[in-house]
RNA sequence: GACAAGGUGGCUGAAUGGUUAAAGGCAACAGACUGCAAAUCUGUUUUUUAUGAGUUCGAAUCUCAUCCUUGUCUCCA
């Protein structure tokens, strides 16, 4: 029996502002849907921590036993650098500046994306669509909603008639704007002279001269406006209605409230059941942007080649400091913040370790079943990975206490938590054990553990002169030596 | 300016009306271990929840005002 049956799932539905009980449409399957990046530049750190929280609920999804189906797009054409008439796709002006074809730059772009979210463990989507492989589906869509007389064709262009879809449903109903407001607050730019309205928005745009990415359609040479892409790609793999669309909070509007106007105009029903939306990343209290230098690129950070923080951290440490804060929250990203997510993060795996090594008693001094469930309540409880990472400290403490063995636990018991840390840390976090063995040869060991031999001599006849010079040695070339009652070991610090 | 989400201890960050009220991580302090450290483990400490008023038997949690932060309103996860 999958797991699912016996837990009870609420997600935060940005379209109603409640928690509400998941219920997939289809009993036992998950269509889920996140707007993915456009590949003009490499990955942004805020697009990781999205990325990361969709992640957390893809994995959440699967290990309670459902058959998730989760695609994520690729936007590589379509969208503009402004929404004047003369707007340059993104694509293309990289192309030019960078002195590449159009599709050179999504590649290399693409190949980063995917190299980085790789190093953060992110699971790869099921399906992961293009638009510009989608373009004949576009273009039916778009014929589609004319014919549904909620769009209409102005000088080779197509645009989605907002004031006139509002009429029957609600134009805002996501971004919780009013159409009347909208009107009131919008600037009558020059070259929006083909819309009827300004708040009107292009399903498909007429390719200027100088316009290389270009495709044929009924309205002339073009291409597809951005948000159209992802209703159909989602209409194409999920359906005319699915369960979950999420993407970064920024994205609510246009994109999203643009996104429920194409579909529900397109199959006359709102296309989706539970809309969930991540929140921004800061990085020293202030917004990302390149304008200002305070910016951080992800290979960056793993290199510690920045001007932003101390030193490097490992992708697993960095995935870990922003699964301990709620999706739905602003995060800061900080030196000192991550120090402290780096030292947890080593407590909790260290622990897990431990595990292996405990020594099983009769009874039990503590109800190791109900706390298995109260990290299940966590996550059920809108993907609540911060009051997750909680409880797994609270069953380090356990797995501590047993090894000083001031706590008992039965063989049964400590499987239990074997395998729910397991679960927890590795399958639904996603982390990832820092293996610093591997980074080293063997020979390399036996010089290290000829150098213990040595102080360890030197210690013996009380030479402590000798003894830590060898120890402190160690340690800035980034050995960590560790006396303990069973011998000296070491790791690796950097 | 309009709209949205927020402002909780030294830092980070949970908890949205109720047992002696504020999880967890980090830091700090103490203890164990050590030749001394480091690492590790154990314990302790701090705030009264931006500010002011209100609703309530009872509020961080609801209402109003003020200040501030972030986002959206043209493109942005």
Same mark, same amino acid.
């Given at each position: 029996?999958?797991?699912?049956? #016996?837990?009870?799932?609420?997600?935060? +539905?940005?379209?109603?502002?409640?928690?509400?009980?998941?219920?997939?449409?289809?009993?036992?399957?998950?269509?889920?849907?996140?707007?993915?990046?456009?590949?003009?530049?490499?990955?942004?750190?805020?697009?990781? *921590?999205?990325?990361?929280? %969709?992640?957390?609920?893809?994995?959440?999804?699967?290990?309670?036993?459902?058959?998730?189906?989760?695609?994520?797009?690729?936007?590589?054409?379509g969208h503009l650098e402004n929404d004047a008439e003369e707007g340059e796709d993104r694509?293309?002006?990289?192309?030019?500046?960078?002195?590449?074809?159009?599709?050179?730059?999504?590649?290399?772009?693409?190949?980063? %994306?995917?190299?980085?979210?790789?190093?953060? +463990?992110?699971?790869?989507?099921?399906?992961?669509?293009?638009?510009?492989?989608?373009?004949?589906?576009?273009?039916?869509?778009v014929?589609?909603i004319i014919?549904?007389?909620l769009a209409y064709e102005a000088n080779g262009s197509v645009y989605f008639d907002v004031l006139k879809f509002n009429?029957?449903?609600?134009y805002g109903?996501?971004?919780?704007r009013?159409v009347e407001d909208l009107i009131a607050n919008t600037r009558d730019l020059a070259g929006q002279s083909h819309k009827k309205n300004p708040q009107d928005f292009a399903l498909w745009k007429k390719a200027e001269p100088q316009h290389?990415?270009?495709?044929?359609?009924?309205w002339g040479?073009g291409f597809p406006g951005w948000h159209l892409?992802?209703?159909?790609?989602? #209409?194409?793999?999920?359906?005319?209605?699915?369960?979950?669309?999420?993407?970064?909070? &920024?994205?609510?509007f246009p994109h999203?409230e643009c996104?429920?106007a194409q579909?529900?105009?397109?199959?006359?029903?709102?296309?989706?059941?539970?809309?969930?939306?991540? #929140?921004?990343?800061?990085?020293?209290?202030?917004?990302?942007?390149?304008?200002?230098?305070?910016?951080?690129?992800?290979?960056?950070?793993?290199?510690?080649?920045?001007?932003?923080?101390?030193?490097?951290?490992?992708?697993?440490?960095?995935? %870990?400091?922003?699964?301990?804060?709620?999706?739905?929250?602003?995060?800061?990203?900080?030196?000192?913040?991550?120090?402290? =997510?780096?030292?947890?993060?080593?407590?909790?795996?260290?622990?897990?370790?431990?595990?292996?090594?405990?020594?099983? =008693?009769?009874?039990?001094?503590?109800?190791?079943?109900?706390?298995?469930?109260?990290?299940?309540?966590?996550?059920? &409880?809108?993907? +609540?990975?911060?009051?997750?990472?909680?409880?797994?400290?609270?069953?380090?403490?356990?797995? #501590?206490?047993?090894?000083?063995?001031?706590?008992?636990?039965?063989?049964?018991?400590?499987?239990?938590?074997?395998?729910?840390?397991?679960?927890?840390?590795?399958?639904?976090?996603?982390?990832?054990?820092?293996?610093?063995?591997?980074?080293?040869?063997?020979?390399?060991?036996?010089?290290?553990?000829?150098?213990?031999?040595?102080?360890?001599?030197?210690?013996?006849?009380?030479?402590?002169?000798?003894?830590?010079?060898?120890? &402190? *040695?160690?340690?800035?070339?980034?050995?960590?030596?560790?006396?303990?009652?069973?011998?000296?070991?070491?790791?690796?610090?950097?």
């Amino acid at each position: 029996m999958p797991l699912y049956q #016996n837990q009870t799932l609420k997600i935060y +539905n940005s379209l109603t502002g409640e928690k509400e009980i998941f219920e997939p449409l289809n009993d036992g399957y998950v269509g889920m849907y996140v707007c993915g990046p456009t590949v003009y530049s490499y990955v942004h750190l805020g697009n990781c *921590r999205t990325f990361i929280s %969709f992640d957390l609920v893809f994995r959440y999804l699967k290990h309670l036993g459902y058959k998730v189906r989760y695609v994520r797009n690729i936007t590589d054409a379509g969208h503009l650098e402004n929404d004047a008439e003369e707007g340059e796709d993104r694509i293309t002006k990289k192309a030019r500046l960078e002195q590449l074809e159009p599709m050179e730059i999504v590649q290399k772009y693409t190949v980063d %994306f995917h190299n980085t979210l790789q190093k953060f +463990n992110n699971l790869p989507p099921s399906i992961e669509p293009t638009a510009t492989g989608h373009i004949v589906e576009q273009i039916e869509t778009v014929k589609s909603i004319i014919e549904n007389g909620l769009a209409y064709e102005a000088n080779g262009s197509v645009y989605f008639d907002v004031l006139k879809f509002n009429e029957s449903e609600d134009y805002g109903i996501l971004s919780k704007r009013k159409v009347e407001d909208l009107i009131a607050n919008t600037r009558d730019l020059a070259g929006q002279s083909h819309k009827k309205n300004p708040q009107d928005f292009a399903l498909w745009k007429k390719a200027e001269p100088q316009h290389i990415m270009r495709w044929p359609s009924p309205w002339g040479e073009g291409f597809p406006g951005w948000h159209l892409e992802c209703t159909v790609m989602s #209409n194409k793999y999920l359906g005319e209605q699915f369960d979950i669309h999420g993407g970064g909070m &920024d994205l609510k509007f246009p994109h999203h409230e643009c996104e429920i106007a194409q579909g529900t105009a397109c199959n006359g029903k709102p296309p989706v059941k539970y809309w969930m939306h991540a #929140n921004m990343l800061t990085l020293n209290g202030k917004k990302m942007a390149k304008s200002t230098g305070n910016n951080i690129l992800p290979v960056d950070l793993f290199s510690g080649d920045n001007e932003v923080l101390s030193k490097a951290y490992h992708p697993s440490v960095v995935r %870990f400091f922003i699964l301990q804060a709620n999706y739905k929250s602003i995060l800061d990203f900080s030196d000192e913040a991550l120090i402290a =997510s780096e030292k947890g993060f080593e407590k909790l795996m260290n622990a897990i370790q431990l595990l292996e090594k405990l020594t099983t =008693s009769k009874s039990s001094g503590i109800d190791v079943k109900a706390w298995k469930q109260s990290c299940y309540d966590a996550m059920n &409880d809108d993907f +609540n990975s911060p009051v997750l990472i909680a409880q797994l400290f609270e069953a380090v403490k356990y797995i #501590n206490a047993c090894h000083h063995h001031k706590l008992e636990l039965t063989q049964e018991d400590i499987q239990t938590l074997k395998t729910t840390m397991s679960d927890m840390c590795f399958d639904v976090l996603g982390l990832q054990k820092i293996d610093v063995e591997s980074k080293v040869d063997s020979k390399q060991n036996e010089l290290i553990d000829l150098l213990i031999d040595l102080r360890n001599q030197a210690r013996a006849v009380k030479d402590f002169k000798q003894s830590d010079a060898i120890r &402190d *040695r160690l340690l800035e070339l980034g050995v960590q030596l560790k006396d303990t009652a069973q011998g000296t070991s070491y790791e690796f610090s950097n």
